[in-house]
């Protein structure tokens, strides 16, 4: 079965910084993609980020970006000059194309400080 | 927009009740999935469906069964809730495998 470890519990950053959020993930599939997800306090699940397994560069979306290294099976989240706003529970999850799951690792919590 | 609604924001159960978690998508989406949330454990996959009335077990489906005679409509049931449900159930929904899931807003349950 396919893993996704974070190891970050929690993580902070101050305010106009960059943070790296770790992911790994484990699967003998070549073809999957990565994705990542914000959970602010609200509870709701924002989907912020897509790699997948043959993009050759890297995924980008505004301040988010995804440091993807394929033969580590790392994919790492960058989130550019961090604000108040981006505290909030941060999810790695992979679904692998020959399957219709999808999971997700432990979560990051980000908080940013002022 | 797509839109996956979860049918209680809160849920408040007896031991022993059996407790029924209504999802509905409105995009026509073939796969639809339950996740329960737990601090320090992430998002863990209970069942999926990649169509109607076809299921498949994810990692903790132990106590739950679900239900998808519609395409729209994705049923959770704990036949008998324990104490140990207590927790945060997300509902998702996708239209092929390689795409991002929507998510609902969750129901927070709590078995006493």
């Known amino acids: 079965a396919q893993k996704i470890t974070q190891t970050q519990p929690g993580m902070f950053v101050q305010e106009k910084e960059a943070v790296t959020l770790d992911c790994t993930y484990d699967?003998?599939?070549?073809?999957?993609?990565l994705f990542w997800y914000k959970q602010p306090s609200s509870g709701e699940m924002i989907f912020l980020i897509y790699?997948?397994?043959?993009?050759?560069q890297n995924a980008t979306e505004g301040r988010y970006s995804l440091n993807f290294q394929k033969a580590r099976k790392s994919a790492n989240l960058v989130i550019s000059a961090s604000q108040l706003g981006d505290s909030a529970m941060y999810f790695c999850?992979?679904?692998?194309?020959?399957?219709?799951?999808?999971?997700f690792g432990a979560g990051t919590r980000l908080t940013v400080k002022p | 927009d797509v839109k996956v609604t979860q049918s209680s924001r809160y849920l408040v159960k007896r031991t022993g009740e059996k407790v029924f978690l209504e999802c509905v998508q409105d995009?026509?989406?073939?796969?639809m999935f339950w996740y329960r949330q737990d601090p320090g454990l992430g998002l863990r996959l209970i069942y999926f469906?990649?169509?109607?009335?076809?299921?498949e077990k994810g990692d903790i489906p132990e106590g739950y069964s679900v239900s998808r005679e519609k395409k729209e409509r994705f049923s959770l049931i704990l036949e008998s809730a324990s104490t140990n449900q207590t927790s945060m159930y997300l509902c998702?929904?996708?239209?092929?495998?390689?795409?991002?899931?929507?998510f609902g807003s969750g129901t927070q349950l709590s078995v006493l």
């Open positions: 699967t003998s599939d070549q073809s999957y993609g």
């Open positions: 998702a929904s996708s239209r092929r495998q390689t795409e991002k899931l929507f």
């Open positions: 469906s990649y169509d109607v009335k076809m299921k």
């Open positions: 790699q997948g397994s043959y993009d050759e």
């Open positions: 999850a992979m679904r692998e194309n020959n399957n219709n799951d999808m999971r």
């Open positions: 995009m026509d989406h073939e796969n």
